[in-house]
């Protein structure tokens, strides 16, 4: 996923569909970086 505009940290809604068990919500927190695009990964709970 492709995400732009993002605040250094925060949560995010993850959805991938429109049950309830499709659905997370994922704490994150963005590193500083050299370049333009930076990579993560955050856990869904």
Known sequence: ???SGL???GELL???G???DQRC???YQLL???GSLTTS???CR
């Open 7 to 9: 605040q250094d940290s």
């Open 25 to 27: 919500n994922a704490t």
């Open 1 to 3: 996923v492709y995400l």
């Open 32 to 34: 500083p970086t050299q």
């Open 14 to 16: 993850v959805l991938w």
């Open 18 to 20: 429109q049950r309830q």
């Open 41 to 43: 990964k955050a856990i």
